[in-house]
């Protein structure tokens, strides 16, 4: 099963005219299509250029990036986790979640609150594994607690 494929079928995202590109530690570009073609022609090394979309894992799984989650978050369809006030406190402080989603569900999540999308998590047995940058971690505080 191809990136595009993996996303679409657990995020309900169709990534249409665009290109997926591997590159290394599992890291995964998106640039769009035409885009693409034309670097191909002129022989440009195309894994520098694009969007950092996220990880793909060994277990076909995907990870979307914090900002790959805010730009695609409101056509995300699957395997979205709305948190509230106190659950976002926790978790743009590092910490994991603790939520009941459904007892055999065992996968990444995308993180929403409100109309927020707030990177992913894995959710396991009634807990959100948090994977929010910590180097975001201030500038989110600031961000949510003027709102």
Request: no cysteine; charged share 30%.
């Amino acid at each position: 099963m191809q990136v595009d494929e993996i996303i679409e079928k657990k995020y309900g995202l169709g990534l249409k005219n665009t290109e997926i590109i591997k590159i290394k530690n599992e890291k995964v570009r998106i640039i769009n299509k035409a885009a693409s073609q034309l670097m191909s022609k002129i022989n440009f090394r195309i894994k520098f250029f694009g969007l950092y979309l996220g990880k793909i894992k060994r277990n076909r799984k995907f990870v979307f990036s914090l900002f790959a989650s805010t730009l695609f978050g409101k056509y995300i369809r699957k395997n979205i986790v709305e948190i509230n006030e106190d659950e976002l406190k926790s978790w743009i402080l590092g910490k994991d979640i603790e939520k009941q989603i459904n007892n055999s569900f065992e996968d990444f999540v995308v993180i929403k609150f409100k109309d927020y999308y707030l990177g992913s998590g894995y959710y396991k047995d009634g807990r959100i594994k948090n994977f929010f940058p910590t180097s975001k971690f201030k500038q989110y505080l600031n961000f949510f607690s003027h709102k």
